[in-house]
């Protein structure tokens, strides 16, 4: 069967047999309460720090503490999924977390190392509304939420929006650039789409995206942009350089249009966080509660409104005025990326990085 792993999304669509397993469960948020779910205990999330950790616990822990009081969330931070994953590896002899957040590039490689465990409907009866494209091919932890990679851009620099990548190679923006180099999620979003600028199957060979991104390098003032990608921007640092859509959207409006977010004519890429169980979790019963309400429709159109992430369930309705500004699950021009290929290749891409790229 088809998932997430794949390249490439058909339009969403609630099937019957998700109609069916929707009624056959209750449906709705209150799905897991109904069929026993404990309501008392703690829950112990890894997730992102910053605006996300901010966003989410406004718009989605705050309302599950309300709906089930007796259940703490602990959030423990990370800037990036492979800060994550470094401390899952870590505890994996004694866990200490429960429910994992991350990208699904770095969960997969979660999965291939035995960090998480299998989730279904009867554990989490709301994944009946999360699509089987959006489910891990395995049975692991499902989509929880999607974004997109852009160009992040100085809107006064660029009174219209820019429509290339080629524009980060531009002699004109030279010391301007912000590049967030691998691991992160940006920088090997980056390799695969110059590569496939290039003519080049990134699953093949980098060799041609590396000397592009050779030529790049000495426009680049910054591969680790501080406090991050979207203040280098507002605070005139750099005036153009790679993001998500959903934090640009949001600094966007904090920022009074200060900066603005792209895709190129060319594609993109998704980013796509999954939701995980970890295997041998303290707090194992609690977590899927937490799970469960995570993927309620309340929780995703929620999130999206506060921080303009895609839903990954059918049932989630949004206010025409968000939906027009998160990324569009079925946009034939954003593809997703071979996670599977990249969970493999993603130390080999960092240290190609540091070797031929990173060279200041």
């Not at 970890?278 to 409104?305: C, D």
Request: aromatic share 8%; charged share 20%; glycine share 6%.
């Amino acid at each position: 069967m088809k998932s997430y792993t794949r390249r490439g999304f058909a339009a969403l669509a609630l099937t019957a047999a998700s109609a069916l397993a929707l009624s056959a469960c209750g449906g709705g948020a209150e799905a897991g309460k109904e069929a026993g779910s404990p309501t008392s205990g703690e829950v112990n999330l890894i997730a992102y720090s910053g605006i996300w950790e901010e966003q989410y616990t406004k718009a989605v822990i705050e309302p599950f503490k309300a709906k089930y009081p007796d259940i703490k969330i602990n959030f423990v931070s990370k800037r990036s999924s492979a800060e994550m994953l470094s401390a899952l590896q870590g505890q994996k002899g004694s866990p200490g977390t429960d429910v994992a957040i991350m990208d699904n590039s770095v969960s997969t490689t979660g999965n291939r190392q035995g960090l998480f465990e299998k989730l279904d409907t009867s554990a989490v009866p709301n994944m009946a509304n999360v699509p089987e494209k959006f489910r891990n091919k395995d049975g692991y932890g499902p989509v929880a939420m999607l974004d997109a990679v852009g160009l992040v851009y100085d809107t006064a620099t660029f009174p219209t929006a820019p429509d290339s990548w080629k524009v980060l190679w531009d002699p004109a923006n030279k010391g301007k650039v912000n590049i967030v180099a691998p691991p992160s999620l940006l920088g090997i979003s980056l390799t695969a789409i110059t590569a496939k600028m290039e003519g080049e199957d990134y699953t093949q060979s980098i060799e041609k995206a590396t000397a592009k991104l050779k030529e790049l390098a000495p426009s680049v003032q910054s591969f680790a942009p501080n406090p991050d990608e979207y203040q280098s921007v507002i605070t005139g640092q750099t005036v153009i350089g790679l993001g998500q859509n959903a934090r640009a959207q949001y600094y966007s409006d904090q920022s009074k249009k200060k900066i603005g977010v792209a895709v190129p004519k060319e594609g993109s890429v998704y980013q796509i966080n999954t939701i995980n169980l970890v295997k041998g979790a303290p707090h194992s019963a609690a977590a899927k509660t937490f799970i469960n309400y995570a993927l309620s429709a309340e929780a995703q159109s929620a999130f999206a409104k506060a921080l303009f992430y895609a839903p990954s369930v059918t049932n989630a309705e949004l206010p025409a005025e968000v939906k027009a500004r998160v990324v569009a699950t079925d946009n034939p021009d954003i593809t997703a990326l071979d996670i599977d290929f990249l969970s493999k290749a993603r130390d080999k891409w960092t240290q190609e990085w540091k070797r031929q790229i990173i060279t200041k």
